[in-house]
């Protein structure tokens, strides 16, 4: 779902980071049921960053259409989700991305409305250092309209 439009695919190509002549970098795929609608949804992650955070992108099947659906995270204008885990009980997906103990700890939460995510929270924790002492500032954020509205600040 992107613009307001849904978005079919027919096929699905990823992007291949070549390391030198020898070597080449592909994604990994799986097949799940990730959002325990009982129908088997497609699972892809391009890239794993410095930090272990695994972006993955989330093909969600459509029985509708007999095609799986990009899922598109309205918030971060994106179709890469940071970590992402599915909660049955909320029907929210909860993603996290970490950076060590300095830098930035991002953790959000979305509702899944069939084939389209909907922002709720977002926490982002930003860690530095002076001298010995580590400083944290944290900002929260609630999903509004598709987008993420900041609603508080803590320096």
């Not at 609608?37 to 459509?62: E, K, S, V």
């Not at 995270?73 to 049955?88: G, K, Q």
């Not at 977002?122 to 500032?137: F, L, Q, R, Y």
């Amino acid at each position: 779902y992107n613009s307001s439009q849904w978005q079919v695919i027919d096929s699905i190509s990823q992007i291949f980071f070549i390391v030198d002549a020898n070597r080449m970098i592909t994604p990994e795929f799986t097949i799940e049921d990730f959002n325990n609608d009982g129908y088997d949804d497609f699972l892809c992650w391009p890239f794993t960053d410095i930090h272990g955070n695994q972006w993955t992108i989330i093909y969600l099947y459509d029985p509708i259409s007999a095609r799986v659906v990009k899922l598109f995270n309205p918030a971060e204008n994106t179709f890469i989700w940071d970590n992402p885990m599915y909660d049955t009980t909320k029907q929210q997906i909860s993603c996290e991305m970490l950076s060590g103990v300095l830098g930035v700890h991002i953790e959000s939460s979305y509702l899944l409305q069939g084939l389209r995510a909907e922002p709720l929270e977002k926490t982002v924790i930003e860690n530095t250092m002076s001298g010995e002492t580590i400083i944290s500032k944290e900002r929260h954020y609630k999903g509004k309209k598709g987008h993420w509205k900041r609603i508080s600040k803590h320096e």
